[in-house]
């Protein structure tokens, strides 16, 4: 069959940019490792190295735009253009179309990779063969994951997103639809993930790849200084490197908590997810490397530690990638891909370059310089060094639990991670939260080699004081009684106030010189802003309506959710709420509701707040939450449960004066709800006067007593079970006042219980959902800190880089 309408071409063009990325990487790394071996300068082998990464370089661009073409253009009859887009979606979020899936994250990964070898082309001089084959090298590794192509058979190496049309995708390839020629015409896209759907999911994932491409280039400077055997000489280039990539990825860790608070509905910025570990143990480490790199500059120790955290630090973000790529965590995350096949491609992958780094480790352990000097438990460097452990000890304990399903598909086990994780991470970490803060607090007052302690004493005594005064001030405000909390805020303080008097008495206010002190204080900022409005969340939304939640299901708890009925004002916290009602824009239906506070009886609006549900057939419904910023906290609220069309819209369809029939079975004393009503089930009778329902005395007949209630009145109903003649003849009783209709079907003799229905005019229909809401306090600590780290830290790379310069 001939197709109409298939743009086959660019899809070629596509693969071959593919096939030449990975040609030429392998080139320019075979080529580079000749120049380095051969240690020489002349044009031979280092410029073809340099001419076959740049032709890589241009033939990734080439992958790039292809793509962005191809789903710019609604190219459907691909794959992964119907994958991850459809017309419906907003043009702004193509770029999370193009690194949703697993090829795109490869590629954009792959492009961060180019951009630095561009860079260290000019930068790295006499470095540039060894690093730039160690780089070429990764880079035909992630150039395969793109291939798609099989070996051996039915091996395939890769998955290349320009090859597989979605007639010929295994899962597709039989519909119907393609017997049609022009079957391109019929069909849009599956659409994007609606989590993805974000503004900060196109600017999230480009700076965290960007921070796992940089950690290659302290790795691909250890490999060489290991190789060339310049044990030490590899510091002073890759400094740089390292804190630029401690920015970055720690900016792009940040950038994921911000969009977790904003757009997912677990309440907080921080879950303790699988993907999210695997991305913060890299830079723990790589924070533990760049500090030892410091020592070993200054004083020449811990040179091998180093050289194994900078190797370890890439090694894991291999191990991240296999995590979230190879299908292994299930549905234990919300960023995990499904496994493309790939899973041995990608072990092969983290296995080659973590025995790579053994051996070199090995073989150069007796060759390394060492300092014969023993290190004072009153110097910098030894002070240094524990605070690289605590944090390696720290990453190993996040990783260790974090790779659970990975120990279980190994050796067979059945591990069950902690139900509770949050709080199951938060005691683990805590300890080693509060050990790195002091160390923090009092590293920079150490002096290289030794210090006076008395001398030492007497600088970090006042910082010590105001600290234990500030601390004891804020447990006794916030009411503190745990006793790590308390212990974790005061080191915190002690962080922040002790880096502050540093800048201000030790470097006599140069700013240019605080780099390290500002990092230092935002990142103590950021575990205080962290503990207090996590350890302090306020949930606000008890259920004040008086109709139980638990029909709903068992995670909708009256303790932590409200229901809220269109038009009715209920007390929430401080405030008092009105459900307005809902309006749908495009995709997004917003619940909008108005908060009120209450003064001598007279309500005043003071916002409103208007969380969503973002409608998507295909892969679920998403709430996503909306928060009211002030000073001192934020109201945090997500809907939790609704009906996705408006119950009035529904009951438009029909022409019916009440709603469909809703069955119950209860028995005395049982308790049902409607739209506007409670609904208690007081007795049952058979005595009462029948004469005035024209039943006849023959006739078998059973009265329900029903109360009925809603926020201010009492009314009764009084459905009656008749028997006439062998036939079930009911007598239905209203409730003009709520628009409520009870009919009595059947009675159980044996246990008491009676089956009714329960309709609603269609007139008193009200909207409700449910919703939570909750109070983090402080939390604007945890973001300023968030700002005052990062320009901390860059300060600190341009001092490092000024410094390399002279």
């Not at 803060?437 to 008395?454: E, W």
């Not at 973002?614 to 109201?635: A, K, L, Y």
């Not at 009714?756 to 973001?783: H, R």
Request: with cysteine.
């Amino acid at each position: 069959m001939e197709y109409v309408g298939e743009h086959l071409v660019i899809g070629q063009i596509g693969n071959l940019f593919v096939i030449l990325s990975f040609v030429f990487a392998l080139l320019a790394s075979i080529s580079y490792f000749f120049a380095a071996r051969d240690n020489q300068d002349s044009l031979s082998w280092k410029n073809i190295g340099r001419w076959s990464f740049r032709l890589h370089g241009l033939s990734v661009f080439g992958i790039v735009t292809t793509l962005f073409i191809m789903l710019f253009n609604h190219y459907f009859e691909y794959e992964y253009v119907w994958h991850h887009s459809n017309k419906a979606m907003p043009m702004r979020y193509i770029l999370s179309c193009f690194w949703e899936g697993q090829e795109g994250s490869f590629l954009l990964w792959t492009f961060w990779h180019v951009v630095l070898g561009f860079i260290l082309q000019v930068k790295a001089k006499e470095w540039e063969a060894p690093v730039m084959s160690v780089i070429s090298l990764v880079q035909a590794f992630l150039a395969s994951m793109l291939l798609g192509i099989f070996i051996f058979g039915n091996h395939r190496i890769g998955s290349n997103p320009f090859t597989v049309l979605l007639r010929e995708h295994p899962d597709w390839a039989n519909i119907p639809l393609f017997q049609n020629p022009d079957y391109v015409s019929k069909i849009d896209g599956n659409g994007l993930n609606p989590l993805l759907q974000n503004y900060w999911m196109t600017i999230h994932p480009p700076t965290l790849f960007l921070g796992f491409a940089l950690t290659v280039v302290p790795f691909a400077y250890a490999i060489a200084g290991l190789w060339k055997r310049k044990y030490t000489e590899w510091l002073k280039p890759a400094l740089p490197w390292t804190f630029v990539g401690v920015a970055i990825l720690g900016i792009g860790i940040l950038m994921g908590g911000a969009w977790a608070y904003e757009a997912l509905s677990f309440g907080g910025f921080w879950a303790w997810d699988p993907v999210e570990n695997a991305s913060l143990v890299p830079w723990l480490t790589l924070v533990g490397a760049a500090h030892l790199m410091l020592i070993n500059k200054n004083k020449g120790q811990s040179l091998f530690t180093a050289f194994a955290l900078s190797i370890l630090t890439f090694v894991l973000i291999l191990y991240s990638t296999f995590l979230t790529r190879s299908g292994i965590l299930g549905e234990t995350s919300v960023h995990a891909f499904t496994d493309l096949g790939m899973s041995g491609q990608l072990l092969i992958y983290l296995l080659f370059f973590l025995v790579l780094g053994i051996i070199l480790l090995i073989v150069n352990y007796k060759k390394m310089p060492s300092s014969s000097e023993e290190e004072s438990i009153y110097s910098r460097e030894f002070w240094m060094f524990v605070g690289a452990i605590i944090l390696l000890v720290s990453s190993f304990q996040i990783m260790f639990y974090t790779s659970i399903p990975v120990w279980n598909k190994l050796f067979g086990l059945k591990m069950a991670p902690s139900k509770d994780i949050i709080n199951f991470y938060n005691s683990w970490q805590l300890p080693f939260a509060f050990l790195v803060t002091m160390l923090v607090a009092i590293g920079q007052y150490f002096k290289f080699k030794n210090t006076d302690p008395k001398e030492f004493i007497k600088k970090i005594t006042f910082s010590f004081i105001v600290a234990v005064v500030l601390t004891g001030l804020f447990a006794y405000i916030l009411n503190y009684k745990n006793f790590l909390y308390i212990l974790l805020m005061f080191s915190a303080i002690f962080a922040a106030v002790a880096n502050f008097n540093y800048i201000t008495h030790a470097l006599g206010g140069k700013i240019r010189k605080a780099g390290a002190s500002v990092a230092h204080i935002g990142f103590a900022l950021i575990l205080l802003g962290a503990l207090i409005s996590t350890s302090k969340k306020d949930v606000i939304s008890q259920n004040t309506s008086g109709k139980d939640l638990a029909n709903l299901g068992e995670k909708i708890s009256n303790r932590d959710n409200i229901l809220l009925t269109e038009g009715d004002t209920l007390p929430m916290g401080n405030y008092f709420v009105t459900f307005k009602g809902r309006r749908q824009e495009g995709i997004n239906v917003h619940f909008d509701v108005d908060y009120f506070t209450k003064t001598n009886n007279t309500y005043t609006k003071e916002f409103t707040l208007s969380p969503l549900f973002q409608i998507n057939p295909r892969m679920g419904n998403v709430p996503e939450p909306d928060t009211r910023h002030f000073m001192t906290f934020d109201i945090y609220t997500h809907v939790t449960y609704a009906l996705i069309e408006s119950p009035k819209a529904s009951m438009e369809k029909s022409n019916d004066e009440y709603t469909a029939a809703k069955n119950v079975t209860m028995k005395t004393g049982d308790t049902v709800f409607s739209s506007n009503a409670i609904i208690i089930l007081d007795s049952l009778s058979t005595n009462f006067d029948k004469t005035k329902y024209n039943i006849g005395n023959e006739d078998i007949a059973v009265m329900a007593h029903f109360r009925v209630l809603d926020i201010i009145k009492k009314y009764q109903a009084n459905p009656i079970f008749v028997i006439h003649e062998n036939s079930i003849q009911p007598i239905a009783s209203k409730v003009d006042e709520l628009g409520l209709q009870f009919m009595f079907w059947k009675i159980n003799p044996e246990d008491g219980k009676i089956e009714i229905s329960v309709q609603e005019k269609k007139s008193n229909i009200k909207d409700f959902i449910v919703m939570q809401a909750m109070i983090f306090p402080y939390i604007n600590i945890l973001w300023m800190g968030c700002i005052i780290m990062a320009l901390g830290t860059f300060m600190a790379i341009l001092e490092r880089i000024r410094k390399t310069k002279n």
